[in-house]
């Protein structure tokens, strides 16, 4: 029987990190290239004794990736597919343990070695220790990422009942959290909870003005706090680290975001 902490671990992988392989497959140029008129479908799952299985499937068409949580029903047959025996084991594997490696169902070989390369750019990606030097569009891709996975990751650990955060959930009014680069639009994801529910999106929250916002003055500023190396004070008091809204609030929302952090690592 799989325990809380497996499960939170698992769906912080399933619904937050491997979605990322979207974005990266977007982003970078050379695996753009890759996808061009590319038309496939792939699947990540983990068997759950008793339960159907949990997974995450990727439809590119015409070199457009569209994801959806659960198992892929479609008519198509699955290009490529990770089938990992269990949700502990596939946690294993996405933190680095090689030795719990998935069955490995291939339709399509080249299609396979396609979604090979995006999933090990993302590990490559998510492993950097510090800020990339004089590299800022990969600390720009870095940004969206961690932004990405910080706001599904928490909006999906309150919907499976993650008793801190959904007791903060359950308790707050309709508001919204956002994280962004001063200058780069393009690094920005929120979180809005209301009552119980949340939903996390990217981009800005446009229907009203944030109720705390977490805002940086360039990419490798916030790549300091998400990585760690930085110091929140001494940036907070350089304006490197502004935080619009009430501190407390700053506090908790940043526990949260720890609490992401220790369950993808």
């Known amino acids: 029987m799989s325990t809380d902490e497996t499960r939170f671990a698992n769906k912080v992988f399933m619904a937050g990190a491997l979605p990322l392989m979207k974005t990266i497959a977007t982003d970078v140029p050379e695996l753009a290239k890759k996808f061009a008129g590319v038309n496939a479908v792939y699947q990540v799952s983990a068997l ?13 068409e015409n070199g457009e990736w569209s994801v959806k949580l659960g198992e892929y029903q479609g008519e198509n047959k699955i290009d490529g597919e990770l089938e990992f025996s269990s949700m502990e084991k596939m946690n294993a594997f996405m933190k680095g343990d090689m030795m719990k490696l998935p069955k490995m169902k291939i339709k399509s ?9 995006v999933l090990l750019k993302m590990s490559a990606l998510l492993n950097i220790p510090e800020p990339p030097e004089n590299d800022e569009e990969t600390s720009v891709l870095l940004c969206k990422l961690y932004f990405y996975l910080l706001s599904s990751g928490i909006s999906q650990l309150n919907k499976l009942g993650h008793p801190a955060i959904h007791e903060w959930a359950l308790k707050s009014p309709d508001r ?69 809204g009430g501190p407390e609030f700053g506090v908790q929302i940043g526990d949260y975001m720890m609490v992401v952090g220790d369950l993808a690592k």
Not at 48 to 60: L, N, R, S
Not at 109 to 117: D, G, R, S
């Open 48 to 60: 759950v004794e008793d339960q159907p299985k949990e997974a995450v499937h990727f439809i590119v």
């Open 109 to 117: 070989f080249p299609k396979f070695v396609k979604f090979m390369m």
């Open 176 to 244: 919204c959290y956002q994280w962004e680069v001063i200058g780069h639009p393009e690094c920005t994801a929120y979180i809005r909870v209301k009552a119980g529910k949340s939903r996390a999106g990217r981009g800005a929250y446009k229907r009203a003005k944030p109720f705390f916002n977490m805002k940086f003055d360039c990419p490798t500023s916030a790549l300091k706090i998400l990585l760690g190396t930085g110091d929140m004070f001494q940036m907070t008091a350089d304006q490197q680290l502004i935080m619009e």
